[in-house]
Every structure is written in structure tokens, then in C-alpha cells.
């Protein structure tokens, strides 16, 4: 069976945003090798969110069709409902926990974030290797 990868929203953001960041690396190799990336209905509310914000709004001309296009390549992915947790410091950041804990079921999968608050949970949840980008790219991506 194939290792579930989630990828933290933030990391989908960059590499849509410029396609040049490891970040783009990341999606590439988590979609390869043996590795399946996995997205819950909850970041893909977060992610219309913060594509949405202001400052990125303003910064980066994003048409509406390459949004529609982002979020089909994300529903191309498999979806998987996020198991309900309350085991970080910041509550928006359960989501993607629990998702990863549920693509996990009985074995193993990846969350890759740069989030500190998820970041502080590292080698505390059962299933879950919680990685930075560069750590997976480094640890998970053969050369």
C-alpha cells in the first residue's frame, strides 16, 4: 500500500503562487514513488480562503480560472475525511492532523508543514511523521 502525504496548505499556496520553491518539488515527489497525496474538504475551504486574502490578492494577479484549475488538481488527488483532534496549540491546525492521522489508518503517513504549532508535535503522534519541507526532501525523495 502506498504512503499518504498530506501537505500543509501553506505549502500548496507557495508552490501555486510561484511554482519555483521546494515547496513545488514537495507536490511532485508526494504524488510519485509510491506516495499518494491526500487532501481533506477542509483545506480546500482554507485554501479558497487564504488565496482569497487581500495581501495575496493584491501582490499576485490570480485569475479565477487558475484557481478552478488549482482545485482540480487537488480533487484529481484522493480525498479523506479529517479525523476530529484537539491536539494542537492552534485549533485551525487540527485539520490537518487529523487528516493525516486518518490517510495514516493502521500504518504510516507524511505531514509536511513549516507550521510551528504542528511542528511541536513532531514524534508525539502514533502514524504521523511529522516532516519540514526541506526534511522530506532530504529524508523521503531517493536521489
Same mark, same amino acid.
Not at 480546500?44 to 487564504?50: K, N, Q, T
Not at 507550521?115 to 536521489?143: A, C, M, N, T
Given at each position: ?8 496548505? #501553506? ?11 521546494? /515547496?513545488?518539488?514537495?507536490? &511532485? *515527489?508526494?504524488?510519485? !514513488? ?5 487532501? !481533506? ?16 490578492? &493584491?501582490?499576485?494577479?490570480? /485569475?479565477?480560472?487558475?484557481?478552478? &484549475?488549482? +482545485? ?10 479529517? /479525523? &476530529?483532534?484537539? $491536539? ?5 491546525? #487540527?485539520?490537518?492532523? +487529523? $487528516? @493525516?492521522?486518518?490517510? @495514516?489508518?493502521? #500504518?504510516? @503517513?507524511? =505531514?509536511?508543514?513549516?507550521?510551528? *504549532?504542528?511542528?511541536? =508535535? ?12 526541506? /526534511? ?8
Amino acid at each position: 500500500m502506498s504512503e499518504p502525504v498530506v501537505v500543509d496548505t #501553506n505549502i500548496l499556496v507557495r508552490a501555486f503562487l510561484s511554482g519555483k520553491m521546494e /515547496e513545488d518539488e514537495i507536490l &511532485k *515527489h508526494a504524488i510519485s !514513488g509510491g506516495r499518494r497525496l491526500v487532501y !481533506g474538504r477542509d483545506q480546500l475551504v482554507e485554501l479558497a480562503e487564504v488565496l482569497g486574502y487581500k495581501r495575496i490578492t &493584491k501582490k499576485y494577479r490570480v /485569475e479565477a480560472e487558475e484557481l478552478e &484549475k488549482l +482545485g482540480r488538481w487537488v480533487m484529481e488527488r484522493e480525498e479523506v475525511e479529517s /479525523e &476530529k483532534v484537539g $491536539l494542537c496549540q492552534d485549533p485551525d491546525d #487540527n485539520y490537518a492532523i +487529523g $487528516l @493525516a492521522k486518518r490517510a @495514516a489508518g493502521r #500504518n504510516k @503517513a507524511f =505531514l509536511v508543514t513549516g507550521d510551528k *504549532h504542528i511542528l511541536k =508535535l513532531k514524534g508525539k503522534i502514533e502514524g504521523v511523521e511529522i516532516l519540514r519541507p526541506g /526534511e522530506f526532501l532530504r529524508d523521503q525523495v531517493p536521489s
